[in-house]
């Protein structure tokens, strides 16, 4: 950190900035955090974010392709079990929703399940153990929750978006596409206040959708800061309760982010009578 005994303020500031790579309006291109960080403007990256986006991810495909390479058709093992009730539990999540024939839509439910909560629970690692290891390896900033971070989150929320736009045009074709976000929900008197209305709507979703992840995890994050700024003994008393508590909330925001993109994918692929 940028001193030995910071402040409660330079502490919370410290553990919520991100390193970040980017090129600096005095400095030029490098790597900073905190205000020099938002200096940097929209091209910057986020170091860390893309590193634990990455490590998840390929944890993810390298523990289901080696269950999947090991699986066995007689007493499987606890590891098979627990993959197999995870793929089962999205299949059903995706059947009772989604009552069209797509093949991708259950690896993309399973995906954004599976991911979402890995980069989730990176969270109930203790809060000064990952960026004490950073500063001793030089690296002054090192925020290791993926979904604490905006970019990452409407990064995921708008990839599912161009989903969204890509299956409503390829289903209903331009036309089809044009006449839903035009016609509805007054009819075509009313284009120019249904268009108004769909846009607004259509373009909801995404933001809706990477606020509510980012929300959550961000603000249970604070929490965790704020509670390793008491007395060590209370730490204690109020980590564990809340790790325990905030499992809950890892679980159920990645299940919701998959719920509601198995929503947006169904509702892309129904076409409606105009």
Aim: glycine letters at 6%; hydrophobic letters at 55%; charged letters at 10%.
């Amino acid at each position: 950190m940028a001193s030995e005994n910071p402040t409660s303020s330079e502490y919370i500031s410290h553990h919520l900035s991100n390193l970040t790579f980017g090129n600096h309006p005095v400095d030029g291109w490098g790597f900073a955090g905190g205000q020099k960080a938002a200096e940097m403007g929209f091209w910057a990256i986020h170091v860390d974010t893309m590193f634990f986006s990455i490590l998840t991810g390929v944890f993810f495909i390298w523990l289901f392709k080696k269950v999947a390479d090991a699986a066995v058709s007689g007493v499987p093992g606890s590891l098979q079990n627990f993959v197999e009730v995870v793929i089962e539990f999205v299949q059903d999540n995706v059947k009772s929703i989604f009552h069209h024939n797509n093949p991708t839509i259950a690896p993309l439910a399973l995906t954004v399940f599976v991911w979402i909560f890995l980069m989730n629970l990176l969270k109930l690692i203790p809060v000064d153990f990952i960026p004490y290891i950073a500063g001793e390896m030089g690296l002054p900033y090192w925020k290791i929750v993926p979904t604490t971070d905006i970019n990452a989150t409407l990064g995921m929320s708008f990839s599912v978006f161009f989903l969204i736009i890509y299956y409503s045009i390829k289903v209903k074709g331009v036309k089809g596409f044009a006449a839903e976000l035009s016609l509805q929900p007054l009819g075509k008197y009313f284009i120019p206040f249904n268009l108004f209305l769909e846009l607004v709507n259509l373009f909801a979703k995404p933001v809706s959708l990477g606020l509510r992840l980012f929300g959550n995890m961000y603000a249970g994050e604070i929490i965790f800061i704020l509670i390793a700024l008491l007395p060590f003994w209370i730490q204690w008393v109020l980590s564990v309760p809340w790790a325990i508590f905030h499992i809950l909330v890892i679980v159920l925001q990645a299940f919701i982010f998959m719920v509601l993109t198995i929503v947006y994918m169904a509702m892309a692929h129904d076409e409606h009578e105009h």
